[in-house]
């Protein structure tokens, strides 16, 4: 019966394992451990869907990101609190070094809460900037909730689909009628010279950043107004380690999963609950995650179904280390992709390419991969070239990126030499030159000819007559 448990065991930690490609252990830093119950739905979503999620405070002992030089955990979720600093384990540098480690991280605001000092430093480091007005909210006085804020418009309801940044497979697309419920926004502005940021929920054209407790009844210089403002912004560092801003800490809270609103007089339905499912699980990885398995790169010599074989893909007699100029090369690199419990193979979508550069201070070459093979886990892409007339140190490169896809930058490095001195092709092999190597022994043949009638003539017997003088 010991064996059966055993087995029953693990069959449940198996059926229970994180979506998440990075790991399960989740810390959702709350201060006020009361409101744990707002959050209630959105928290057993993660739980569903394998995280193993552990809610503290920010001044407890349990919050520290990193244990014996490691991360301690592999995702943060911070909810909004009413200190303004979150304590020396959640300082800037710890949180920026949590992401060098790749530790993703979800953010969220609340006008109601001054946001954490530490989280607005390390924001702005990032190229994500706030209000300096720490109560400003988004107001939008024409899509906006006529039930639950008929006066101060501050519920923002925001068509699904419409102002999305897409990726190249829509993720975050929504239903076509899908509403989103945006209640007290804190709305964020993104540098214009990261290419690391990405807006995901941008806020309508008609929106703006306003202060309610300021007296004044006009805004004469807000902070952004309409499409300068997200509601939702992303950040993928180079290793990959994600960071989301959500504006509104109360999408996340029950009572907006399936509310029922009115927009211009017409009842809607929310759909924050499908929408807060996808921001979240981009930002714990569970979507949109690449690997690369095996790289390979050879002399190629007409083996063509090396290409197609996988089974002796990346054998102990490729990738050698030094190339001749004007050779025949193949390249092939293996690409996964996530899909949430497995890797699978990764297609390259339309109007989209994956290149491969062989380049030295620049590329001498910039070629298309294209699928050659696939296998159960992965596609096997492939680029046939020859390398340039240079000699030098060359780099065969794959730098694959993309909104939120993770970085694909693989780079191997190759020496390309002259012709050895037996390696040149003889002159009589090259046609160019047969007129000139005739020439050559037409003159030597001349030469001889000359010598021959030179040397076998006759000398002459007439004598020369010499006068004497006196």
Known sequence: MLWLFSFLLLALLGAVQALSSSGSRLLVVLEELSEKDKYSQFLGDLEARGFHVRVESPKSEGVALFKHGERAYDHVLLLPGKSKGLGPALSPGNILEFMKKEGNILVTLSPDHATPTSIVSTLLELG????????????????????????????????????????????????????????????QTLGNDSPLLAPILRAPKTAYSYNPKDEADAVEDPFATGEQLNLVSALQAHNSARLVVLGSAEMLQNKWFGAKAELAGKPVTTANRDFVMKVSGWTFKEVGVLKVGNLQHYLDEGDVKKVINTSAFAAPEDNPTIYRIKSDVTFNVEISEWRGDHYGPFMIPQRDALQLEFSMLSPFHRIGLYPEARTHNSTIYSAHFKTPDQHGIFNFRV????????????????????????EWPRSFQISGAWPWISGIWVTVAGWLAFLAVWLYSAPTDKKVAVKKTQ
């Open 128 to 187: 994500i900037h706030l209000p300096a007005d720490r109560n400003s909210l988004v107001i939008d006085h024409f899509n906006y909730d006529s039930a639950s804020a008929p006066e101060n418009h501050d519920v923002l309801l925001v068509p699904y689909p419409a102002p999305l940044r897409y990726d190249v497979r829509n993720y975050f697309m929504g239903p076509p009628d899908g509403v989103i419920a945006v209640p007290r926004a804190v709305g």
């Open 399 to 422: 730098n694959y990126r993309r909104p939120f896809l993770t970085n694909v930058d693989e780079k191997r490095q190759v020496t390309v030499r002259h012709f050895a001195h037996d």
